[in-house]
């Protein structure tokens, strides 16, 4: 079984300022693929970036990284240079290898002000 | 990538009625999936659909009360059976591959669906 879980229900961050989003995760796959995702007031869901258990290195989209700490079993989500835009609801997913089934964090409801 | 489109994109019904919400994909996809998101909650997984037979349905839920087609590799359908208002969510269509260097998985836009 996998498990995500977001710790932070809300946060406010200042308009220009970077913000980062915790998320750690259990499973017992060796391969696994973690995801971000952006749900605004609208509900639809933006997929904003991806992160495989075997990539070296941490993944860039734009003002998106993910902080990948193997060990840790985190994936934290960094958006730097906030925008009002960006205020919304964060989830962190998480699939195996074999079913390709998303398992979903709590999420975080993020803030930004001017 | 892939764009996903669902059919309605909300709807207000009354209890015990039923309603199928249908979602395309504009390429070939192997895998579909239904999420169900309950007010203030994350997503859930319904079922796998699955092409051409039946679908794989999570614990909790089952195919008299969701019942999914998927008939060909880009549409599926579900239907919320005899509903009432513990049914009002917004019902997520999804979408991923399962072979080459693709490894987003895709959201519809969402049904938000209200039973009163």
């Known amino acids: 079984a996998q498990k995500i879980t977001q710790t932070q229900p809300g946060m406010f961050v200042q308009e220009k300022e970077a913000v980062t989003l915790d998320c750690t995760y259990d499973?017992?796959?060796?391969?696994?693929?973690l995801f971000w995702y952006k749900q605004p007031s609208s509900g639809e869901m933006i997929f904003l970036i991806y992160?495989?258990?075997?990539?070296?290195q941490n993944a860039t989209e734009g003002r998106y990284s993910l902080n990948f700490q193997k060990a840790r079993k985190s994936a934290n989500l960094v958006i730097s240079a906030s925008q009002l835009g960006d205020s919304a609801m964060y989830f962190c997913?998480?699939?195996?290898?074999?079913?390709?089934?998303?398992?979903f964090g709590a999420g975080t409801t993020v803030t930004v002000r001017a | 990538s892939a764009v996903i489109s669902q059919k309605p994109s909300r709807d207000i019904c009354q209890r015990g009625t039923s309603l199928t919400i249908q979602c395309q994909v504009d390429?070939?996809?192997?895998?579909m999936f239904w999420y169900r998101q309950q007010p203030g909650q994350s997503l859930t997984l319904i079922a796998t659909a699955n092409q051409g037979s039946e679908a794989t349905y999570e614990s909790g839920f089952v195919i008299d009360k969701f019942p999914i087609s998927r008939p060909n590799l880009t549409f599926s359908t579900l239907t919320v059976s005899n509903m009432s208002p513990e049914d009002s969510s917004i019902y997520l269509c999804s979408a991923t591959w399962t072979s080459g260097i693709y490894n987003e998985q895709f959201f519809g836009p969402g049904t938000r669906l209200t039973v009163l």
């Open positions: 390429s070939q996809v192997t895998m």
């Open positions: 997913a998480m699939r195996g290898s074999n079913d390709y089934k998303l398992s």
């Open positions: 992160q495989g258990s075997y990539d070296e």
């Open positions: 499973t017992s796959d060796q391969s696994y693929g």
